[in-house]
């Protein structure tokens, strides 16, 4: 069963200029990044406030997609989810 972490719990990554939060798969820890560009290209923006903010505010939008990747089994080289706005669905 897929969890995830809280929204208060997405955090800006400088490195890869988007936010980064943690999901358990059967108690395994997967990290999970959304680009900047998905955020902007996919995410409603009459949420005020920063990126962060935004990304924190909908968050189930954010699980969802990466739900959708888990279950293709579209896991990065290093067992990580990464969502670039052209993975959006």
């Known amino acids: 069963m897929l969890e995830f972490s809280t929204s208060d719990r997405v955090h800006w990554d400088t490195d890869r200029l988007g936010v980064t939060f943690v999901a358990y798969d059967s108690g395994k820890v997967i990290t999970c990044h959304v680009s900047r560009a998905a955020i902007d290209d996919n995410l409603d923006y009459t949420t005020p406030g920063t990126i962060l903010d935004k990304a924190r505010a ?32």
């Open 58 to 89: 909908q968050f189930e939008e954010l699980t969802e997609q990466v739900r959708a990747r888990v279950a293709a089994r579209a896991f990065e080289a290093d067992g990580s989810i990464r969502i670039k706005t052209g993975d959006w669905r």
